[in-house]
């Protein structure tokens, strides 16, 4: 049997989703032996994918290690996996966040048998809908990430964690069904599920889905437009609310923040990566057009993300509440991008490059975002096992004369998220803006303010928490033991790398982002 | 040929007179669990077999005469239905509530008799002698144990609901025929379709549908439905939940796809333009029992109760299956009651073990589920989610199946696109409600906090029982068209 004949992406579902009902079913104890099966399996996890890593080609734009057969003939659905550079890089991710959540997670934690098999379910989830290529398929393993987190919220979060769980689900259920209600209408006017052949079906301007849904699905009421529209909403909003975008962003502070601090790390750095991916893979290839004819309102939103959170970060005082608000502001950056890129030029010139340098951009900013964000919520957590109650702004301060090195690492980890250049968060946010400036310049214009904002209370935190004089409940502080430190080093390694070497990432997205440019391009 | 058509009815009618038999012959003077036990294990052997025997491999057989339609798809819905039937006959082990033990398992065999009827019958009359044979069963069974002031309660409740809707249903054929002349759907449908319809037969169609809502327990219709199932016992419970939707179901659908088809007494639904007909009542019908389902099982504490309610709103989700009206819908609406049956099942079964251990079905007795027996746990929790409608599992493609149906059905817009949007709307909410109770059974909480002393175990023939239908539910989820083709025929 060579390598090529294994399916490797069926593989990386099985994994985590074996290893959690094993898990679930297993009779472990509470205590360390749970967190070392999860870190076994996440492992393998990761060796499965270094091999997938080996085989790919990152020349190739299109779909590789394709697995395809037939499934469920009456609804025209294939078992059809397949990769590219982005869905790649989302795998790696989610093999590192959640290895690193369950790294950070306490040894001592409740039914912990329950808690890290359900963090594999939930790795299964993200695994099966990052390698999806249609969307029954997708929407299955969608559904199955959320039954986890749900319950990892509720079972194991802070004191409000009824309200944050019942807060999360309902929103992304909502989401989820307007999304289930735009595929069935979909369906009901295409005869199928499949992305790329919706893809195919997208494009051009007087062929479009618009029409085929106008003629198949028979809604005298509504025009050819305002059918296409209203379809193209049901389906965004699904994935406005999973990432989520302003107005739907309300539940997100109250969930991060309640949430297990490892919980939180996945949900911010894995799993609201399912909602961009899903813009890029689902709505820009399908919907190229009404994203265009509605791009003025998806910019606004996308800049009020930006900027209204970082806003909003300003003004909060728990700590992990303001994360959640950097968490909005940074996807809102690709958001923008990836609206940004469906301008449709037609007269005016040849704009490939900038929108290759937008879409590579929110792609990569995806990734970084992930790692980055993943190691601010680890560390909020680390600080809340030290101190014992949630963490409050202003309630500590000089914690660097103390822990020195935790100070150091937190340094880098939100100098990273602020875009330093030369650590990673830079170039992505700097893929963008060169990508959306050229595109829109407006746009552009205006979300420099949530820069500046997100600098100006990231500094703020640096500057009460960890500088100055000792003070409040930080006397009795402990910096990072070794075994904390080991598992920091490889995300920090992470940061520095592609700070410096970008390209390194960059190297599998191109292809895949020239790809996508040409099939927006009408 | 034609014996073959009808010998599923045949043979269950025969085990109820052989079981009746034998248990007033000898076993008159045994202990009621051992009567049980042989009798279930007689009726397991005697359908086990039957089935086995059973040729179904053969072309379909009509006898155009009594409106009889027999094919390999309808005997397979005639095995699940016996299947059904099995395990509620199983389930009734779990508790002790009569020395009448015969007369209990020959009246559940008739009543799956009159079920299976309903499955193949294209005439009003054998219908509606079907739907009798079914509900005057279970009006008995429902007040069978007569030591209970519930049970008694429920089975009047029943019986006088069901009175009523049966007369009305009646009444409606009356005037249907009064307007056609036939009593065979297909030439009902031919005459409806040839000239004007009078106002009569639109009369007749909406009484008849009335009575159907009774029989699917479809709001405003549905208030027998929660006192039966708390009051009644657990195999009663099941057997009404299950097998009783199963058959009403596959006759409405029946019934709406071949005799009501023609527009003139269908009507329209679509918001603005909307004409009488059994497409709006139902429409009417189905948002009620979304709405009210949802609601009231949102509010339950008790666990029958709260099946009966989440009961009455997924009959509002087939009925929307129902309302796109077309051979794709009908098989949809099909799916989605043999899995709808097949996780209440399970769901009663669960709600019989959760009365031995803690004395009563209160939804709260679920905490700390997950520390006494992980089985069930993992089971309630397929049940429930599949109930909800999330993949994997057979309760997400039958919503699947419904909604695209519904959505597909362009060639005659009934405007069931927001009613579409509704149900998807509502099972947010039900999802909520489900998932509360998956909550509270895995909530990792030590029984002597939750203030409860481990009870008896459950037996293990329900176990098994509950296990093969969780089994179902997820190899039907994951391979959806192997039920489909099962119902198909093909």
Not at chain 2, 132 to 141: A, C, F, K, P, R
Request: charge should be positive.
């Amino acid at each position: 049997m060579n390598a090529s004949s294994i399916p490797w992406l069926t593989l990386l579902t099985a994994i985590p989703l074996v290893g959690g009902i094993l898990i679930l079913g297993s009779h472990l104890p509470d205590g360390q032996r749970p967190r070392r099966f999860g870190l076994l399996f996440h492992a393998l996890s990761l060796g499965v994918l270094a091999l997938i890593f080996t085989q790919f080609d990152p020349a190739v734009g299109s779909m590789q290690m394709v697995e395809r057969w037939p499934w469920i003939p009456s609804l025209g659905t294939e078992y059809h996996l397949g990769i590219d550079g982005l869905g790649l890089l989302m795998l790696a991710l989610s093999c590192i966040v959640l290895m690193a959540a369950t790294a950070f997670s306490r040894r001592d934690i409740p039914s912990g048998r329950i808690y890290h098999g359900l963090l594999l379910l939930l790795q299964a989830g993200l695994h099966g809908a990052f390698t999806a290529q249609n969307f029954i398929h997708w929407f299955f393993y969608y559904e199955l990430s959320l039954i986890p987190a749900y319950f990892l919220v509720k079972l194991w979060g802070g004191p409000k964690r009824g309200v944050a769980a019942r807060t999360f689900f309902l929103y992304t259920m909502a989401g989820s069904a307007a999304m289930l209600l735009g595929f069935l209408a979909t369906y009901a006017a295409t005869g199928s599920f499949d992305f790329a052949e919706l893809a195919q079906r997208g494009k051009g301007f007087d062929g479009g889905l618009a029409a085929i849904y106008n003629v198949r699905l028979g809604l005298p009421e509504l025009s050819t437009r305002a059918l296409g529209l209203l379809i193209f909403f049901a389906i965004f909003l699904g994935f406005a609310v999973k990432i989520p975008v302003w107005p739907f962003q309300s539940w997100l502070p109250l969930t991060y923040s309640e949430a297990p601090a490892p919980v939180a790390m996945v949900l911010t750095g894995a799993l609201s990566k399912l909602g961009v991916y899903g813009l890029l893979r689902i709505v820009l290839p399908i919907f190229p057009e009404q994203v265009w004819q509605t791009q003025d309102l998806l910019l606004c939103l996308a800049l009020a993300s930006i900027v209204f959170s970082a806003v909003a970060a300003l003004a909060q005082t728990d700590v992990r509440r303001m994360l959640g608000h950097l968490s909005i502001s940074h996807l809102g950056y690709c958001v923008l991008a990836v609206v940004c890129a469906s301008r449709i030029t037609p007269l005016d010139g040849n704009w490939e490059v900038e929108k290759q340098a937008a879409l590579t951009g929110a792609m990569l900013q995806m990734f970084n975002h992930g790692v980055i964000a993943a190691l601010l919520f680890g560390l909020a957590g680390w600080m809340e096992e030290r101190v014992g109650k949630p963490l409050e702004m202003g309630s500590m301060g000089g914690l660097r004369q103390k822990a020195p090195v935790f100070a150091g690492i937190m340094g880098l980890a939100v100098f990273a998220s602020m875009g330093l250049p030369g650590l990673s968060g830079f170039v992505g946010e700097f893929l963008i803006f060169k990508g959306v400036f050229a595109l829109v310049p407006w746009a552009a214009c205006l979300a420099t303010l949530g820069l500046l904002g997100v600098a100006l209370f990231l500094l703020n935190y640096l500057r009460t928490t960890w500088h100055g004089a000792l003070s409040g409940d930080s006397t009795r502080f402990a910096d990072l033991t070794v075994r904390e430190r080991a598992w920091v080093t490889p995300m920090v390694a992470l940061i520095l790398l592609l700070g410096v070497h970008p390209q390194l990432a960059l190297k599998w997205l191109n292809a895949a982002a020239v790809l996508l440019t040409e099939r927006i391009a009408i | 040929m034609v014996a073959r058509a009808v010998l599923p009815e045949i043979c269950t009618a025969f085990l109820a007179l052989l079981v009746l038999t034998v248990d007033l012959a000898w076993l008159t003077t045994w202990s009621e669990s051992a009567r049980k036990t042989l009798l279930c294990v007689v009726c397991t052997l005697a359908l086990g077999i039957a089935w086995i025997l059973l040729d179904r491999n053969w072309e379909p057989v009509a006898i155009p005469t009594l409106g009889w339609m027999a094919s390999p798809g309808v005997t397979c819905l005639k095995g699940l239905i016996a299947a059904l039937t099995l395990g509620s006959l199983w389930l009734s082990r779990e508790s002790s509530f009569t020395k009448h033990v015969g007369e209990y398992f020959a009246l559940t065999l008739l009543a799956a008799v009159g079920a299976m009827i309903l499955c193949s019958t294209q005439h009003l009359i054998l219908a509606f002698t079907g739907l009798e044979l079914l509900s005057l069963s279970l009006y008995v069974l429902t007040a069978f144990h007569k030591d209970r002031a519930l049970s008694a309660e429920a089975g009047l409740k029943y019986f006088l609901f069901g009175g009523v809707s049966a007369a009305t249903m009646l009444y409606g054929f009356s005037l249907l025929h009064g307007a056609t002349g036939e009593l065979l759907l297909p030439k009902v449908a031919m005459k409806l379709a040839a000239g004007p319809v009078e106002p009569i037969a639109v009369m007749g169609v909406l009484f008849a549908s009335a009575g159907f809502a009774f029989k699917i327990s479809a709001a405003p219709f549905h208030l027998w439905t929660p006192d039966a199932y708390q009051g009644a016992t657990p195999g009663s419970a099941a057997f009404i939940a299950s097998v009783s939707k199963l058959a009403s179901f596959a006759l409405l659908a029946q019934v709406t796809w071949v005799g009501w088809n023609p527009a003139g007494v269908a009507g329209n639904a679509s918001l603005g333009s909307a004409k009488p007909g059994w497409i709006a009542f139902f429409a009417f019908a189905a948002t009620a029992s979304i709405v009210i389902g949802n609601l009231a099982a949102l509010a339950q504490s008790g666990f029958r109760r709260f099946i009966a309610y989440s009961g009455v709103a997924h009959a509002g989700y087939m009925l929307v299956g129902l309302i796109a009206n077309t051979q794709d819908a009908a098989y949809s609406v099909l799916y989605y009651a043999v899995t709808y049956a097949i996780g209440s099942l399970g769901l009663i079964a669960m709600s019989a073990i959760l009365e031995n251990r803690r004395g009563s079905d209160a939804i709260s007795g679920f905490a700390g589920w997950m520390r006494e027996s992980r089985f069930l746990a993992v089971c309630l929790m397929v049940f429930l989610l599949s109930q909800a409608g999330i993949p994997p599992l057979a309760g997400f493609f039958a919503k699947f199946y419904v909604f695209s149906a519904a959505l597909k059905s362009h060639g005659a817009p009934h405007g069931v696109f927001w009613l579409v949007a509704a149900s998807l709307v509502a099972s947010c909410v039900a999802l909520y409600y489900y998932l509360r109770i998956v909550r509270a059974a895995f909530e990792a909480r030590d029984l002597a906090e939750a203030g409860q002393a481990p009870g008896m175990p459950a037996l293990w023939i329900t176990r098994a029982w509950i296990g093969a239908c969780a089994l179902l539910l997820v190899w039907w989820g994951c391979f959806p068209d192997k039920l489909l083709s099962l119902l198909r025929g093909s």
